[in-house]
């Protein structure tokens, strides 16, 4: 027997799923035709289907668009479905497709690597020709890793080199922002632009940024003084900002200058006031990653004579003398489901489209690498639309029941337990764990259970994970929320998962959660509380 193309004698737990599923299916049917079971109950019938109707019916929804569904884990049967089919905004939970995918892809133990290369006669220290910095793609190099290849190189005995230093990023298309991506937010970190040579500034590994930190002059009137981490990628800071009089207004601004790599520092940072900290995107990631390695090649005593370039391809000649490796996918997922990275994402799709097609990886390849995986798992790709891999775009749509479909086909993966263990936690206090759920959900039946990916932008919000009920039944959710004014509905996802948590969801006792009781702390509306750094959500 068959179901959605697939051999059920290959996958034994999910054949029993999903004939469960049929079974509980034909049974529901039955009921429902003989009156045991009130079809159509409304939110007096004391059910899951009364308790969550009763909490998405808050007027902050009016108008707007909800797509809910809940299933059993284990079996697969739908448990409440309200608008299931109905195709939203799914902002950051579009990174459950990609990440899924990227595991599916490209494996679990997939690395990233950057090589630096010879290509030219060696003779003693000297290299006469051009040293090669390639890159696969890689969003989690850091500077100190960058100093680590440079080091390599002068261990190999180079210490000249005659040519240039080629920075090699074409294993990606040289197409740097997703489709549709909105204007207003070049300068912001969530939104920097995708190489297959780049450099993160911090162990958050938000490749193609920059940390500028500004601190205020020692006295009124003084220039703020501005930090930039790295200090040696090239990036200029235009400083126009003041120092205010004590207890004055904060209006200090950072943005970087349209289609520049110059950041315009404005406005007034009064004086002793806590030090400005903010992640800026750089315009030109693969220059920005090779004028790093260049200082370090200078300060390991590796002279490059000619200066730097970029977007060549490396020679099939040339020789290997230093390599740095990625962790491997399986680690790399948890700082980018934690944290919702938009960069990991697009990377490994972008790798998802080199990997199918053995050509330079873009965002058409990848994601009909995405797509070709969802289809194996059973989802109708027909009725979703994704363009890109992070959910920036406002153009993706997906309805709660794909995504509800996709998080149950997945727990037969072999490497389900890495991706499970990558998505944030309810409450856990850890940054590393609780990620964007770190602090919602506490101090109820859901915190420290439920595994869920969050997602925001403005008018957007959407909540898919796994929660584990009062009797120990586990559950499948998925709810997306979109077109509301409200500055946030937030407090709606979480009451949802919490009444599931709650309850004896098989028993059939269930009793709402309210949602302005669920929040513990403000939620941000508009963008994941993660890209809103430093701040704590």
Request: net charge positive; charged share 20%.
């Amino acid at each position: 027997m068959t179901t959605h193309g697939r051999d059920l004698g290959r996958h034994p737990g999910r054949a029993a799923r999903r004939l469960t599923a049929l079974a509980l299916g034909l049974a529901v049917t039955a009921l429902l035709g003989t009156g045991a079971v009130p079809a159509g109950a409304g939110p007096s019938d004391g059910g899951l289907k009364g308790a969550l109707d009763t909490i998405l019916s808050d007027p902050r929804l009016d108008g707007g668009g909800v797509s809910v569904v809940v299933a059993d884990a284990a079996t697969g049967a739908t448990l409440y479905q309200r608008n299931g089919t109905d195709r939203l905004m799914p902002a950051s939970n579009t990174k459950i497709a990609t990440s899924l995918a990227a595991m599916g892809v490209l494996g679990p133990d997939h690395r990233f690597s950057t090589d630096v290369l010879g290509e030219g006669r060696r003779t003693g220290g000297t290299l006469r020709g051009d040293l090669y910095l390639r890159g696969t793609g890689d969003p989690t190099v850091l500077a100190a890793d960058y100093d680590r290849l440079a080091a390599g190189v002068a261990a190999a005995g180079v210490r000249r080199v005659t040519g240039q230093l080629v920075a090699d990023d074409t294993r990606f298309d040289a197409n740097r922002l997703g489709r549709s991506w909105a204007a207003d937010d070049e300068s912001s970190y969530y939104s920097a632009p995708i190489s297959a040579l780049t450099l993160a500034p911090d162990t958050d590994y938000d490749a193609g940024t920059v940390v500028v930190e500004v601190t205020a002059g020692s006295e009124q009137g003084a220039r703020p003084r501005v930090r930039l981490t790295p200090a040696d990628g090239g990036v200029r800071v235009a400083n126009r900002a003041t120092t205010g009089a004590g207890g004055t207004a904060n209006t200090l601004t950072m943005e970087r200058e349209h289609g520049t790599n110059t950041i315009a520092v404005t406005g007034s940072l009064p004086l002793k006031a806590a030090t400005v900290k903010e992640w800026i995107t750089v315009q030109d990631p693969t220059r920005y990653a090779a004028t790093v390695f260049a200082a370090a090649l200078a300060r390991h005593g590796v002279r490059v004579e000619d200066g730097l370039r970029t977007g060549k391809a490396t020679p099939a000649t040339a020789r290997p003398l230093a390599t740095h490796r990625s962790m491997p996918l399986r680690e790399l997922v948890r700082p980018f489901m934690k944290l919702s990275n938009n960069m990991h994402a697009e990377a490994l799709t972008k790798a998802m489209g080199y990997q199918a097609t053995v050509r330079a990886g873009n965002w058409g390849d990848g994601l009909a690498a995405v797509g070709s995986y969802l289809k194996r798992q059973g989802v109708d790709t027909g009725t979703i639309r994704q363009v890109d891999g992070s959910g920036l775009s406002r153009m993706n749509l997906f309805p709660a029941a794909q995504l509800s479909k996709l998080l149950l086909a997945v727990q037969d993966e072999p490497w389900f337990g890495d991706w499970y263990a990558a998505l944030p936690v309810a409450c856990a206090p850890d940054r590393a764990e609780g990620g964007t759920l770190r602090t919602r959900m506490c101090g109820t039946p859901a915190a420290l259970n439920a595994h869920a990916k969050t997602g925001s932008l403005t008018g957007a919000s959407a909540l898919s994970g796994y929660v584990t009920d009062k009797a120990g039944r586990k559950l499948v959710f998925s709810v997306v929320l979109a077109d509301y004014l409200a500055s946030s509905v937030k407090s709606v996802e979480d009451a949802v998962v919490v009444t599931l948590a709650g309850s004896d969801t098989g028993a059939g006792i269930v009793k709402a959660a309210r949602p302005e009781r669920t929040r513990t702390a403000p939620a941000p509306a508009d963008v994941e509380c993660s890209w809103r750094k430093p701040a704590r959500c």
